[in-house]
Structure formats: C-alpha cells, structure tokens
C-alpha cells in the first residue's frame, strides 16, 4: 500500500496555471497506475488523467486534455499534475490516487475512482473568474 501526500493546491484566477504534487511513500516497488482525481461540491469525484508509471503511457479526461499535462516527477516516488489555462469550472479539491496494476489494467480502469486502493487527503484548487 502506498501512502500518498498532494501539495501545490491554491487560488488563481481564470487562465493562470497550478502546479499539484503528490508524494508516495511506503509500498512503492511496485508497477503502479497513478492518477489525479477531482470532486467538486455537490458533484461525484471524477477523473483528471492517469499515468502508468512503468511506461509512462498517459490518460486524459476530455475536459482537460491540451490544458493539462500529468508526469513522473524527477524527485523519486513523485506524481504532478502541472494544470494551465485553468477555468473556474476546475474549482475542486484534487485527490492523488494509486493503484497497483499493469499497463493493461490501467488503460481500463483509469478513469474509475472505485477501484483505486490509494488515495492522499487531497488539496483545494480554485480557480476565480
């Protein structure tokens, strides 16, 4: 099991840009598939994209995708999420979440938050028109 902790989480107005990480520690031998997650007040949580970490093959929700752009951090065991040209509608608290699994599994399951066994306490991002 893999402990996760996000950071970089804040205000900005419409069109600047945040950058979140998220810190794994403990069970991170393993081939993982890693994503950030979103939920915002009165809405289900939804995903923002995934990566497999092995391949570094990435995933994107539609409503990200040419704004957002997930990576493998150069600081070992570190997931960002580097987020620009960002709308009001992004306005949520965002989750980093881990799931041990093959490059297959992840490209299946990267969107479903309920199957991921990991998740951080997650950081607030708002974003003001």
């Known amino acids: 099991q893999a402990r996760l902790v996000e950071s970089g989480g804040g205000s900005v107005q419409a069109g600047g840009s945040l950058r979140l990480s998220c810190a794994a520690s403990?069970?991170?031998?393993?081939?993982?598939?890693m994503g950030w997650f979103r939920q915002a007040p009165g809405k289900e949580r939804e995903a923002v994209a995934s990566i497999y970490i092995d391949s570094l093959v990435t995933y994107y929700a539609d409503s990200v995708k040419g704004r957002f752009t997930i990576s493998s951090g150069n600081a070992e065991n570190t997931l960002l999420l580097q987020m620009n040209s960002l709308k009001p509608e992004d306005t949520a608290m965002y989750y980093c979440a881990a799931q041990a699994s093959s490059g297959a599994w992840c490209g299946r399951y990267w969107n479903r938050n309920d199957v991921f066994n990991d998740w951080g306490q997650g950081t607030q991002v708002t974003v003001s028109s």
């Open positions: 403990g069970d991170t031998g393993r081939s993982y598939c």
